[in-house]
């Protein structure tokens, strides 16, 4: 830099560069430094007397070096005197980190910076060194927190990603997301969505597509499981969660994400999910074990009408007493009756079939209504009334309906079983539908029988805690693993009056869903 | 009170749940002639039938609400004379041990042939006839009996306890020829037509 004053005298002017060059010196942040060709101190700013805890005129004339610690105070000599030997102009080098040693021998990290006045013979340097100890502290402070994150993503199988819309900066991908995606670290980023558009599972897309759809133009976050086909072939769960941040002009700026690979949970969901149904079949099967005599009564009962039809038939063609649409009728009759045995074979089939366990929209009522053949059978043959209350709104419930009808068969023959020993006139069960306060639908089955001993509530939900003879003491417990599964709870209480109440749950479908 | 129940026509009366079996019941029955009367339970039967009717009960054994033993034990209580055949399940046996000990005459198992039903509704209608025409002969005797003064009574008990005439003008202080007159009158109302004939008559509605 070179100062041009015009019409200044030659001695002020050399006064006027003295106080400034002190004026640069008092206000730089930095620790200035002089010395000569072996290294002895001329010069320490105030700057370098604070950063190093000595005083100026302390240090005049000792060698330069004292400023560090091994082994940087032996490579100092080294330099300068290669420096020297060689003629070198930049050996000494600008912005080495090394460590620097203060007055009271303590180590800070600090920048170097070394220079040659010029125009000096034997040459003199000056050097500059900078307490870099925040900054170093920073560095490694997030390096550490890196390292821990991506520690932490490891163990979680999560991966990261930052997509930049504006292009003002790069995208990123934490080491782990390659690993989530089948991928090799360091392998060239072209970008989440390129990947995945490869990836996710052609029965999972559409409704990935719809996601990603929304994510973009709705604004709210996504948040979506699916299935990504890896590299090599494997399939893998991820969970996907995403969120965008959008200029005032509403465009997107930016998506941060999660990828979470949730193979494993999802493993063990499915197989806690087939083993309990596996029990649940295992439960309709020891049911109807239970029923069979209930169930041969109800299939007796049509074979004795179409026998006793076809027989009352060939009586009255033998005598010739009778008219033809009489016969007719009855012939009708045989037919109905045949089919009505059917019946009770079909709904029993389809009760203990081992079958695909499958959610669909079901009325309330209609669940009722189809378990009632069944139900009836068992309560008939027991000399039991079932009476119907059905929910006047007709809810709407997202359930398997073998299931729920495994429920309320199971409650039913409770009560059936609580009432053997009251009179037959007072053997009535009450099966209803309603909405509870919280808006969920709510089924009741009630009984007049000996209802539930207070001890025996706490344990009446355990597997294999049961209170009659040759029970499994399973039904109850699978009743709730079902409706839990259902997101619904089971539970009873006392039926005023005498006998039980037995409630359960299932969770409402909005009315828009019922399509 | 439906005419004399000796000469009115006997009625097959069904009690069963089950409307397709109660119907198909009907049919069979009508198809050999026979009179009947379908219910579809304990209940409805109870508040309909008569108890002078002449027939058979054929009962289910499982209903709901009333079942067929608990009808047969309402109809005990009434005294009924009317026969009853229970119409039961696989697996019923026990129940229709109970029933039969509670005075059934007989039970059937569904399905059944219709022929051995047939036979034991005639065998039921042939036991209540020959018990409603037992009933009738002993109203008849009371009927007898109750036209009696309480000096033919008296003679009465006497003689069917084998007493001479003799020794009944002793105990009774009368002369013997007045007994002979009291005994003849006797013999003419109670229209016995021996003296054995008389003693089975009193013995008969256990008036000794």
């Known amino acids: 830099m070179t100062l041009l004053r015009v019409a200044e005298p030659q001695e002020e002017r050399a006064h006027r560069l003295e106080r400034e060059f002190q004026a640069v010196l008092d206000a730089a942040v930095d620790a200035v430094v002089l010395f000569d060709h072996e290294g002895r101190i001329e010069l320490l700013n105030h700057a370098g007397e604070r950063m190093f805890g000595y005083n100026e005129q302390e240090v005049i004339g000792l060698k330069v070096n004292l400023l560090l610690p091994e082994p940087y105070r032996s490579q100092q000599d080294d330099y300068l005197r290669h420096y020297i030997e060689a003629g070198e102009p930049r050996i000494i080098g600008i912005g080495r980190e090394l460590l620097a040693k203060r007055s009271d021998g303590s180590e800070f990290s600090a920048e170097l910076a070394v220079g040659r006045v010029q125009g000096t013979d034997p040459p003199r ?70 990947y995945l558009e490869q990836m996710v599972h052609p029965s999972d897309r559409a409704r990935w597509m719809q996601a990603r759809a929304d994510l973009h133009s709705t604004g709210r976050s ?13 399939v893998r769960h991820v969970h996907h969660i995403a969120q965008t941040s959008r200029a005032s002009d509403g465009r997107i700026v930016r998506e941060v994400g999660t990828l979470h690979d949730i193979t494993d949970r999802r493993r063990a969901e499915d197989e806690a999910k087939q083993m309990q149904d596996r029990i649940a079949h295992f439960g309709r099967i020891s049911t109807m074990g239970e029923m069979a005599a209930g169930i041969a009564h109800e299939v007796n009962q049509p074979l004795t009408a179409i026998a006793t039809y076809a027989q009352a038939c060939q009586r009255l063609i033998a005598c010739g007493d009778s008219s033809k649409e009489e016969i007719a009728a009855a012939l009708d009759h045989i037919g109905a009756q045949a089919l009505r045995a059917g019946e009770v074979i079909r709904r029993l089939r389809s009760f203990v079939k081992n079958r695909e366990v499958r959610r669909e929209l079901l009325d309330a009522n209609r669940l009722l209504d189809d378990v009632l053949m069944l139900a009836q059978t068992d309560a008939r043959h027991h000399g039991v009334r079932i009476v119907l209350q059905r929910c006047a709104s007709a809810p709407q419930v997202q359930a398997d309906a073998v299931q729920i009808q495994q429920v309320i068969l199971n409650l039913v023959r409770n009560s059936i079983d609580a009432m053997l020993e009251v009179p037959e006139g007072r053997r009535e069960i009450v099966l209803r539908t309603d909405i509870d306060a919280e808006g969920d639908i709510e089924f009741m089955v009630a009984d007049r029988g000996t209802g539930v001993d207070a001890l025996a509530v706490a344990e009446l939900f355990n597997p294999f805690f049961t209170t009659k003879p040759g029970g499994t003491g399973l039904g109850l417990s699978i009743s709730r693993s079902i409706v839990r599964a259902h997101g619904g709870k089971l539970w009873c209480s006392a039926n005023p009056g005498g006998g039980a109440r037995f409630f359960f749950t299932l969770p409402a479908v909005p009315a828009t869903a019922g399509g | 009170m439906r005419g004399n129940s000796n000469t009115a026509r006997p009625t097959i ?164 020829r007045t007994v002979e007159i009291h005994r003849a ?24």
Request: hydrophobic fraction near 40%.
């Open chain 2, 185 to 208: 009158r006797v013999m003419e109302k109670m229209q016995a037509s021996s003296l054995a004939h008389l003693v089975r008559m009193v013995l008969e509605v256990g008036q000794v």
């Open chain 2, 13 to 176: 009366f069904i009690v069963d749940d089950d409307a397709a079996v109660r119907d198909a019941l009907k049919l069979l029955l009508r198809s050999v002639g026979q009179a009947v009367e379908t219910y579809a339970s304990a209940q409805e039967f109870l508040e309909g039938y008569g108890e002078d009717r002449p027939g058979c009960l054929v009962l289910d054994i499982r209903m709901p609400g009333m079942s067929g033993l608990e009808l047969q034990q309402k109809l005990n209580e009434k005294h009924s004379i009317l026969p009853i055949i229970f119409i039961t399940g696989h697996g019923d046996v026990p129940m229709a041990v109970e029933a039969m000990q509670a005075g059934a005459v007989d039970f059937i198992q569904k399905p059944f042939r219709d022929q051995d039903l047939i036979d034991r509704i005639n065998q039921a209608l042939e036991k209540d006839g020959a018990n409603r025409a037992a009933l009738g002969e002993r109203n008849d005797i009371r009927r007898r009996l109750e036209t009696l003064t309480p000096r033919e009574r008296e003679v009465l008990d006497l003689v069917v306890h084998g007493k001479a005439n003799k020794v009944i003008a002793g105990d009774l202080n009368l002369s013997q």
């Open chain 1, 222 to 234: 996504m948040d979506i499981e699916y299935r990504v086909l890896q590299p090599d072939g494997s």
């Open chain 1, 125 to 194: 340097y000056v050097g500059f060194i900078r307490d870099v100890t925040v900054r170093r502290n920073a560095e490694e402070a997030l390096r550490r927190s890196e390292g821990q994150l991506t520690i932490a993503q490891e163990i979680a199988n999560l991966g990261n990603y930052v997509v930049h819309y504006d292009g003002k900066f790069e995208d990123y991908w934490s080491p782990h997301l390659y690993r989530v995606l089948g991928r090799r670290y360091g392998e060239p980023y072209i970008g989440v969505y390129d």
